[in-house]
């Protein structure tokens, strides 16, 4: 048998001189040696699983181990599925923008935080312009405004090299 998942011991693996056996049905069939577990699971046409291997004596299953992990697969893709995928999205401005192209990246921003994404927006600074700094500020500020009803400030505003970067973050609702 070769090794399918290496989180378990399955039939020849199984080194253990006797072990505590739960039968295909869920019952209990006592501390027998792994011999005979081996035999009564090929009997039955099913898989030897060590379960719980830090047991004193081990805990060993008779199940059909390529259908169990098959459902275990099944169970962590539905998980998956339900997980929700938060994007970082980039919104970026320079100190000499308008306020009319501030309001037209504020929307473009609330739509990205009204479907669930961050926003990161971002001040890029070029030659002298770094020295004015504040006035990155004060448009980050004015963009704030515009979008404050739908989003939560997660990063405060700070000047990191050539930008000034603010991350917004959804309102939970």
Known sequence: MKIINKDFLVNEQIREKEIRVIGDDGSQM???????????????ELDLVM?????????CKI????KYIYEQSKKDKEAK??????????VRLSPTIEDHDITIK???????????????????????EADYSFIGKKILENFY?????????????K???RNMILILSPKKA
């Open 159 to 161: 000047l990191e090299g």
């Open 145 to 157: 405004a515009k979008v404050e009803e739908v989003c939560v400030v997660e990063k405060e505003a």
């Open 51 to 59: 379960i719980s291997p830090n047991a004193n004596p081990p805990v």
């Open 30 to 44: 006592g501390v027998i040696s792994s011999r005979e577990a081996l035999k009564l699971a090929e009997e039955k």
């Open 106 to 128: 504020a929307n473009n921003a609330r739509k990205f935080l009204l479907a669930g994404d961050k926003v990161k927006v971002t001040v890029r600074f070029r030659g002298r």
């Open 81 to 90: 599925k339900k997980q929700k995928v938060i994007n970082v999205k980039e």
């Open 63 to 66: 199940m059909d181990f390529g």
